[in-house]
């Protein structure tokens, strides 16, 4: 499907895969999401890219406070300090079950939330090729701080928001693009 959708055309495994490793991330735990979410998806989030924790039950855990805007050192700060002897307040709204079946491999295939190996915290990064240097300030940094927290385990999971070869036509019809550029998302 090599047809530009929306300004932005399909994006391969490979071409996801090669994209992370010119930028010299990491390129495991990669995911996408299933086209029937898509939209719900990028509603949720808000702006790309995003992140969401959950603790070991798989609680949504907000790193923002009630009422607070999105700051981009809030997430980097949040990840340095957590640590299993920490109560934090969680929300009953979001769960990482619910998200995980949302997710599906790049390519295509859906995963078991069963999969997961056990962590003491989940961080789902949501990012998309079409933000560029975003990716590279927050993403990387976010996986980063994982990587420095030794206090906890943090399993880190990349999902990747972008249009998918291997949704068919009828799928991307179906999650609303008709090809014009009104649509949402572009």
Same mark, same amino acid.
């Given at each position: 499907?090599g047809?530009?959708?929306l300004?932005?055309?399909?994006?391969?495994?490979q071409q996801?895969?090669s994209?992370l490793?010119?930028r010299?991330?990491d390129?495991?735990?990669?995911y996408?999401?299933?086209?029937?979410y898509f939209?719900?998806?990028?509603?949720s989030?808000?702006?790309l890219p995003?992140?969401r924790?959950f603790n070991?039950k798989?609680? @949504?855990i907000?790193?923002?406070?009630?009422?607070?805007?999105s700051?981009?050192?809030?997430p980097?700060?949040?990840?340095?300090?957590?640590?299993?002897?920490?109560? @934090?307040?969680?929300?009953d709204?979001?769960?990482l079950?619910e998200?995980?079946q949302?997710?599906?491999?790049l390519?295509g295939?859906?995963i078991s939330?069963?999969?997961?190996?056990?962590?003491d915290? @989940?961080?789902?990064?949501y990012?998309?090729?079409?933000?560029?240097?975003?990716?590279?300030?927050?993403?990387?940094?976010?996986?980063?701080?994982?990587?420095?927290?030794d206090k906890?385990?943090?399993?880190?999971?990349?999902?990747?928001?972008?249009?998918?070869?291997?949704?068919?036509p009828?799928?991307?019809?179906?999650?609303g693009f008709?090809?014009?550029?009104s649509?949402?998302y572009?």
């Amino acid at each position: 499907m090599g047809k530009t959708l929306l300004g932005v055309k399909p994006k391969t495994q490979q071409q996801l895969v090669s994209y992370l490793e010119k930028r010299d991330f990491d390129t495991n735990n990669l995911y996408s999401i299933g086209f029937e979410y898509f939209s719900e998806v990028h509603q949720s989030v808000g702006g790309l890219p995003a992140m969401r924790i959950f603790n070991d039950k798989g609680d @949504y855990i907000p790193y923002l406070a009630e009422n607070e805007t999105s700051c981009s050192t809030k997430p980097v700060n949040f990840i340095q300090k957590l640590k299993n002897e920490e109560t @934090y307040r969680t929300v009953d709204s979001l769960s990482l079950k619910e998200e995980f079946q949302k997710l599906r491999t790049l390519g295509g295939e859906e995963i078991s939330f069963n999969q997961l190996p056990k962590a003491d915290f @989940y961080i789902l990064a949501y990012w998309s090729t079409y933000v560029k240097t975003l990716n590279k300030m927050y993403v990387k940094e976010w996986e980063k701080q994982v990587k420095l927290n030794d206090k906890v385990t943090i399993h880190f999971i990349k999902v990747n928001c972008d249009i998918q070869t291997w949704w068919t036509p009828e799928q991307l019809e179906k999650a609303g693009f008709n090809g014009k550029k009104s649509d949402k998302y572009r």
